[in-house]
């Protein structure tokens, strides 16, 4: 494999396409053939699933999930090219239910004449459902062949009935290694030179977009000075400092666990300072936002229970938002968790729980606890000696919950931080009014 865009038109004669040097450069360095495409090793090499389909001429409907420029449309342009079918792009911004109706009717057409159609939907996930629903009959009889894109979870933004009837494959961001061959060809075909740590910090910037790096590549290299692109003048472009940051490797942990440890240490500028190195260094906001969701639920917990309420605001912020505006709520969250009140014994409890499910005997369920909806459940003694809660004047009974061989077991310690002390207050009062009606 040589490039993720790699050009074929290059041996060709020039006058083939006079307009080639206008073009953008990740445009012009798009390939042309399928085992062309760097990245995706997992699907597209030999004996893997769209190689496969593709070897075996059986293309079937798919949705393509993965991060921006990873080659989604790249690849579904060659599955057509490959497969002999025509291709029609669609647009979830701007297309609707009538020109779907349109393309569908051509499809019918082309099948009858023994031809293939591949409607390729970018960002299918803005697409609502009537919209979805309007492919359906046509992917079921098989007049097309369907090809999503989206970089959001398709079991959330797909139609269920849809994504029945299509197979999602997973795309990865590329790895460094991958990206350093595009950034290097895109320099080539920019006849421009760079130091080889200069093309590294290229290629750990983009955070694994090769249409990012190429596009970056064209950037520096109309600042490049005598033909070379230097440090300096890539942070010219940039107007921000390139913080040495492998997103993958080492350096992208320490960071995240300097972020996280300052946050449960309650130090809400050192949090912030973790926090704005990241998004220097270009991290994935949403990946912040999910450790930080995770901080809220590991280390404040029910000593503050809004806190995991706020951080999913915040992550619906960032969603909605994007860069730079998002950035502002990730700030905000980080603060709220660092001063926040800190416990982790809701995370402790739940780890002793499942020490106790995975290490105990595995008893039944005592007949109390039981639903007898039928007469024979009802004589085998299933809901005998059930409490109703409600029926309690304070709502608290004596009854048993754990089975005999746990009974006593408290796996929940509360602290008393924050509201946990409230909590643990409530537990005691609970467990004397217990032990007075047992």
Known sequence: MSSLFDDQQAAQDPSADLGRGSRPLAERLRPERLEDVVGQIHLLGPGRPIRTMVDKDRLKSMILWGPPGVGKTTIARLLAKESKADFIPFSAVLSGIKEIKTVMADAEKNLRYGRRTVVFVDEIHRFNKAQQDAFLPYVERGDIVLIGATTENPSFEVNGALLSRAKVFTLRGLEVEELTQLVLRGLAEMQVNAAPDVVDMIAQFVNGDARNALNLVELAASVAV?????????????????????????????????????????????????????????????????????????????????????????????????????????????????????????????????????????????????????????????????????????????????????????????????????????????????????
């Open 226 to 438: 005598d033909g070379q692109v230097t440090r300096e003048s890539l942070e010219g472009v940039l107007e921000r400092r390139m913080l040495l940051y492998d997103k993958s490797g080492e350096e992208h942990y320490n960071l995240v666990s300097a972020l996280h440890k300052s946050v449960r240490s309650s130090d809400p500028d050192a949090a912030l300072y973790w926090l704005a190195r990241m998004m220097e260094s270009g991290e994935d906001r949403m990946y912040l936002a999910r450790r930080l969701v995770r901080m809220a639920i590991e280390d404040i917990g029910l000593a503050d229970p809004r806190a995991v309420e706020q951080a999913i605001a915040c992550q619906q912020t960032v969603h909605f938002l994007g860069e730079p505006e998002g950035d502002q709520a990730l700030a905000q969250i980080t603060i709220y968790l660092a001063v926040a009140p800190k416990s982790d014994a809701a995370y402790q409890a739940l780890k002793a729980a499942q020490t106790a499910a995975r290490e105990r005997l595995a008893e039944p369920v005592p007949l109390q606890l039981r639903n007898a909806p039928t007469r024979l459940m009802k004589d085998l003694g299933y809901s005998t000696g059930y409490q109703h809660a409600h029926q309690s004047a304070d709502a608290v009974v004596a009854m048993k919950c754990l089975p005999p061989g746990l009974e006593g077991s408290e796996f929940y310690q509360p602290t008393n931080r924050g509201v946990e002390s409230k909590i643990r207050e409530r537990l005691e009062e609970w467990k004397k009014k217990r032990e007075a009606t047992a």
